[in-house]
């Protein structure tokens, strides 16, 4: 039951923010390997973007991408957070003393993640597929030109089988890892802090929305460069043997990004980000922890 309930909560919590995921997508891919001022600037930061896909794409396209991106949650989601709650239920992130051990949860918490995402690569490689199709005018990157999630899927399989559909699921490993743990380890540890201090102990969602926002922070920090490298695989086109167009592998992808634009390359889309991360997680999280609570009232 935990699976389902940390899946059914990050679902919940990916319908709101999907529009900011659109956008962090489109300003990742904004400008790759070029300098800045180098190339056009469609995207001037998330406020801007959101407007300027509104306006040439349409309000719908906010949206795009929002069936394979809520796959992905539950499927992501449903596995890490269920069997993070696994393992802390069962001691194995707590010395005898019933106290988090900070290595052990951040080790179990990055791992948790890091098989949820690889599990549900083929969901992120098409979301991000279909976030980064824009009209001529405000492209930026590979347009796989793909008509639905359906399309997608069978036209990945026809091309490349399998093997096509995992295509950048190497790059999802440290992502989710580095996402996951911090995320994870941040909301516990934050919220023990406010129970052994006494704060909010009588307002539990109260209480939640706070360590999530905390978490959230500290998420998009350790995180934006990842998903950035992320992004500019799962996105990038492919010859007719299956090989990258402009990266042939993480490690070349993050050199190329590092000479061409710099470390603040790595930090582009940390606006949406953020503020994507931080309502998805605390949303993400809330959800859980209220889905846990009424779960466990009902079973009494």
């Known amino acids: ?33 070029k300098a800045r001022g180098q190339h056009a600037v469609h995207y001037k930061n998330v ?4 407007y300027v896909i509104a306006k040439h794409d349409g309000l719908l396209a906010l949206q795009k991408g929002l069936v ?3 796959i992905f949650q539950l499927v992501l989601n449903g596995s890490r957070l269920g069997s993070y709650q696994m ?11 019933g106290n988090l051990v900070f290595y052990k949860s951040t080790l179990l918490g990055g791992l948790c993640g890091s098989f949820g995402a ?22 930026f990157g590979h347009q796989h030109k793909h008509s639905g999630t359906m ?14 559909l995992f295509r950048g699921s190497v790059s999802a490993v440290p992502r989710a890892f580095v996402g996951s743990t911090s995320q994870l380890t941040s909301f516990v540890y934050v919220k023990q802090f406010m129970k052994n ?42 010859d007719a043997s299956g090989k990258g167009l402009l990266y042939s592998g993480y490690i070349d992808c993050v050199v190329k990004i590092w000479r061409s634009e710099g470390f603040l390359g790595f930090y582009k889309g940390i606006g949406p980000s953020y503020l994507r991360l931080g309502p998805h997680t605390v949303l993400c999280l809330v959800f859980w922890d209220k889905l846990r609570i009424m779960y466990s009232d009902f079973s009494k």
Do not use: C, W
Not at 10 to 31: D, H, I, Y
Not at 47 to 50: E, I, K
Not at 151 to 164: R, S
């Open 87 to 97: 393992l802390k239920d069962y001691g194995y992130m707590s010395d005898k003393d």
């Open 118 to 139: 690889y599990v549900a690569s083929p969901f992120y490689l098409v979301k991000t597929h279909l976030q980064a199709e824009a009209s001529k005018d405000i492209a």
């Open 197 to 238: 201090n006494d704060i909010l102990q009588n307002y539990p969602i109260g209480g939640s929305f706070a360590a999530s926002m905390v978490s959230g922070v500290i998420m998009s920090v350790f995180m934006t460069p990842f998903d950035l490298v992320s992004t500019r695989l799962y996105n990038q086109g492919v």
């Open 151 to 164: 399309a997608a899927f069978k036209k990945i399989y026809g091309k490349e089988g399998v093997k096509g």
């Open 68 to 70: 394979p991106g809520e």
């Open 1 to 33: 039951m935990e699976f389902v309930l940390g899946g059914v909560a990050a679902m919940g919590a990916g319908f709101f923010t999907n529009p900011l995921e659109v956008m962090k997508t489109r300003m990742q891919l904004q400008g790759e390997l």
């Open 47 to 50: 406020f801007h973007a959101g």
